[in-house]
């Protein structure tokens, strides 16, 4: 008699039913001491478990549960404690499923059932379970059961399920290091990128849609982490991922107008990270932010490295048409947003050879008019840091005899970026404009101006191309004014809004956007003088395109619904308020300054009532 008997112990007892066979399937894997005994290598549990009919009926129980009229919780418990039993990790217990034909098979065609058999996510998790644990023991086998039954491109077509996208990652990257070539063998040789492609472009059902770019974007970025960061070398599987012809089909698809927003929006999630370069040394976004890199990632650029870049840059023109046809669409907000950081991933480039091209692309694609939308909607804050990410992209570009960007930046039949900050930030810095739409839209706009204007000042110093910033700005129909405008309001803005910082690098355009932090008072001179830049904006001045969203109603949420890109409205309409005085004006934006918060406003509002009568 054991030590344990003498305490009436429920293991000892469980074993005990074991051995005289007085116990079914089921009641073993309720019975609470099941998974105690594995975890103890019993042996009669184990001798148990690896008889034909007791793991047959296992993965019946695990895979094809028989849901009762019982309360909901209670439907899925056995086949829960069923799967349990399945995935311990018991070597002999796998193998044995493993030799059993019959029992890879029911498996298997778990995935294959119709819509008559409907699954659900609990259930295709188990089975995600299984497949991983039979894996883990022999993946060697079960790559060939895979290959020899087409199971790929089933669990491709099947990926709407959440737990089989997590279980391609795993069976790739979370599995024994031994059995890692197995499985990338089998995604090589079954064309894994046109595989995937093919089911995103064909597929209705968003979360599969989501799934599947996810799954592409996870391996793209693990593979791209071991070729670059830990020098493995050609990856084949990763060209497989971004080869050409799969870039090409993507972006034909995106560019059609007859694909669906669903498709678009997952298939830009693709490209984005396709066109990802954080490799790279030359990039702009090194130069602009300052950034000190490790010697290990010192690597050399080979054509390899250009080839997605290569194939999209041609189409940045098109891509960037897309935000003026998504714009006005609804629920597709986020399509503009993908569009934009697309583009930014384009113009962060540190390859000569696409200058040109990519300068034309701006020109096609109307980049002025996205400028237009920050101006309709200056609270998208994404929107605006995007717009301005992508301008210091432009300046800040790898050096080259001709530097086209630069020029693009600032040439007249350009950018005309001066023209446009010019313009855009004169209306604030006019003392008796009284604005009468919602504040918070007055304050995010003039802080994004003041931005721009900064990050172009910052580039004429610390900047590879400072020496090209500052002849374009000179050789600029705004050099004058430019040079007004940065002495007298500029520099005072700037002193006013940067911290405290050692690094003398960190420039105002690098810290986190805050409207609270960034704005600086306007002082409001005592006579109602205006100061303009322009004495006459309407005598063949430039002018700026805006657009401006429908209705009065304050709202800081972005309308992208009421807004037309491609038509020129008029400039928002300005009130002169005379009663209003200067000191009044100037206290609330001051308030409205340190806190934009809802108080403020109701405080801006209360004070514009009249007195209550006696």
């Known amino acids: 008699m054991s030590f344990w008997d003498d305490f009436n112990d429920s293991a000892s007892q469980l074993a005990d039913k074991i051995i005289s066979g007085n116990i079914t399937t089921e009641e073993l894997v309720q019975d609470s001491d099941c998974l105690s005994l594995m975890r103890d290598d019993n042996p009669h549990i184990i001798e148990f478990l690896k008889q034909p009919d007791v793991y047959r009926r296992l993965i019946q129980l695990s895979l094809y549960p028989e849901i009762k009229d019982i309360p909901y919780k209670d439907q899925y418990t056995l086949a829960h404690r069923a799967n349990e039993v399945l995935t311990f990790r018991l070597d002999s217990f796998q193998a044995a499923i493993i030799d ?28 995600a379970k299984i497949i991983q644990t039979l894996y883990n023991v022999n993946a060697e086998k079960i790559v060939e059961y895979m290959k020899d039954h087409e199971f790929l491109q089933t669990l491709v077509s099947q990926l709407r399920y959440s737990a089989l996208s997590e279980l391609l990652n795993n069976l790739m990257f979370n ?51 071991g070729v670059y960061n830990l020098s493995v070398g050609e990856d084949v599987l990763l060209n497989q991922l971004t080869a050409p012809n799969v870039v090409s089909k993507l972006l034909v698809t995106v560019l059609d107008e007859n694909s669906s927003i ?76 993908s569009v934009l950081r697309l583009a930014e ?58 530097n086209a960007l630069v020029e693009f930046v600032f040439a007249e039949d350009g950018l005309n970026l001066l023209a446009l900050i010019l313009i855009a930030l004169d209306e604030f ?32 110093e ?16 705004e050099a004058l004014h430019w040079s007004k405008f940065v002495s007298e309001h500029l520099k005072p803005y700037i002193s006013a809004n940067r911290e405290d910082q050692d690094d003398n690098n960190t420039t105002l355009s690098s810290l986190p956007c805050n409207l609270s932090v960034d704005e600086v008072e306007i002082e409001l001179s005592s006579d109602n003088t205006k100061t303009s830049f322009y004495d006459d904006k309407n005598n063949g001045n430039p002018t700026i395109e805006v657009c401006t969203p429908t209705g009065s109603e304050p709202d800081v949420s972005p309308k992208i619904n009421d807004l037309s890109l491609g038509e020129k409205t008029a400039a928002p309409q300005v009130v002169h308020d005379a009663d209003i005085e200067d000191a009044v004006f100037d206290a609330e934006i001051a308030s409205i300054a340190d806190t934009i918060t809802s108080e403020a406003k109701v405080d801006t509002e209360q004070s514009a009532k009249p007195p209550p009568s006696e």
């Open 100 to 127: 059993d034909e019959d029992s890879l098979r029911t498996i298997f065609d778990y995935i294959n059932r119709r819509e008559n058999e409907p699954q659900t996510h609990l259930v295709v998790s188990f089975f």
């Open 175 to 225: 599995s024994p290091p031994t059995s890692h070539e197995d499985f990338r063998d089998l995604l090589i040789s079954s064309n894994f990128g046109l595989l995937l492609l093919n089911e995103l472009i064909s597929t209705n059902d968003p979360a599969a849609a989501r799934n599947i770019s996810n799954v592409w974007n996870d391996i793209v970025k693990s593979l791209r982490e």
């Open 262 to 337: 669903n498709t678009v929006i997952h298939m830009l999630d693709v490209l984005i990270v396709l066109t990802e370069r954080d490799y790279d040394l030359g990039l702009p976004s090194i130069d602009l932010n300052q950034q000190t890199v490790d010697d290990r990632l010192r690597i050399s650029q080979t054509e390899q490295d250009f080839v997605v870049e290569e194939v999209v840059a041609p189409f940045l023109g098109k891509i960037l048409l897309l935000v003026q046809r998504f714009v006005v669409v609804e629920d597709a907000s986020d399509i503009v947003v």
């Open 345 to 402: 991933n384009l113009l962060n480039t540190s390859s000569p050879a696409r200058r040109h091209v990519l300068r034309d692309g701006l020109i096609e694609g109307n980049f002025h008019e996205i400028f237009a939308l920050v101006q309709a909607v200056p609270t998208w804050s994404i929107v605006t840091h995007s717009v301005s990410m992508m301008t210091g992209y432009l300046l800040h570009a790898a050096p080259s005899e001709n």
């Open 429 to 460: 810095l006019t003392p008796e404009v009284k604005h009468d739409e919602d504040l918070l839209n007055v304050f995010a706009a003039r802080t994004f101006w003041f931005r721009l204007a900064e990050r172009i000042e910052t580039a004429t």
């Open 462 to 477: 610390h900047c590879r191309n400072a020496e090209a910033v500052r002849k374009a700005i000179a050789a600029s129909p």
